[in-house]
C-alpha cells in the first residue's frame, strides 16, 4: 500500500537500530539505510518530549543536503521517569541503577520521529506508559547478563524477558516502546502524497 503513496521519493532511514529497521520492513516500504554518527547532547532546559524531538531533528539535519526525490527519517526513544530522561545506560552498573528505578512504577516511553525533503521538515511524537512489577535484584542481574540491553533506552526491551514478567501494564502503542510508533508512521507516510 504504503509504496504506491511514496512512488517517486527514496525513502531512506537513518538508524542503524535492527528493530526499527524490522518495522520498516513490516510497513512493506522500499528504503535504504543511511548512518551518519551524531552526539546526541540537547539544552538540560528541555523536557520530556522535547529533548526527543530535538535529538531527531538534530540527526537529520547532520545529513546536510538531501537529493530532491529523498524522504529521510530519524528518530530518537527515551525512558521519562520522575522528571529525567534515562537514555542507554553507561554500562552494567548503571543499567542496574536503570532497572532498579523502574521496578514496581509507571514511567513513559517517548519516541520522536523527523521526516526531512528538500521542501520541509515535520516531527511527530508518541508517548506509551509502561508500568513494571517490582523487579528482584536476581531478576535483574539475570536480565542483564542474559539479554544484554546495553543499546536501549531505559535499558529494557519489553519484546524481551523482562517484558514478559516484569511489565503489568501498557498504555498506549507497544511498537513505540520498542523505538517506533509504526501506527503514527504508516498514517505520515500513507498522507505524505497529500502533503507536499
Known sequence: MLRDKLKGYKLILASGSPRRQQ??????????????????????????????DFLAKLKADAFGPIADNELLVTSDTIVWHQGKALGKPKDFDDAVTILKSLSGSTHEVIT????????????IHDVTKVTFAPLT?????????????????????????IGFIGV??????????????????????????NNK
Not at 112 to 123: G, P, W
Not at 140 to 161: N, S, T, V
Not at 170 to 188: A, C, F, Q, R, W
Request: glycine share 6%; charged share 30%; aromatic share 16%.
Open 137 to 161: 535484584d536476581a531478576e535483574i542481574k539475570y536480565y542483564l547478563e542474559k539479554y544484554q540491553p546495553f543499546d536501549k533506552a531505559g535499558a529494557y526491551g519489553i519484546q524481551e524477558w
Open 23 to 52: 518495522f520498516f520492513k513490516d510497513l512493506d516500504v522500499d528504503f535504504e539505510i543511511r548512518l551518519k554518527e551524531v552526539e546526541e547532547i540537547y539544552p538540560d532546559t528541555l523536557k520530556a518530549e522535547e529533548i526527543t
Open 112 to 123: 520522536s520521529v523527523c521526516f526531512r525533503t528538500t521542501d520541509k521538515t515535520d516531527l
Open 168 to 193: 503489568t501494564k501498557i498504555e498506549g502503542s507497544y511498537t513505540n516502546v520498542m523505538g517506533l510508533p509504526t501506527d503514527k508512521v504508516y498514517h505520515y507516510l500513507s498522507t505524505f502524497g
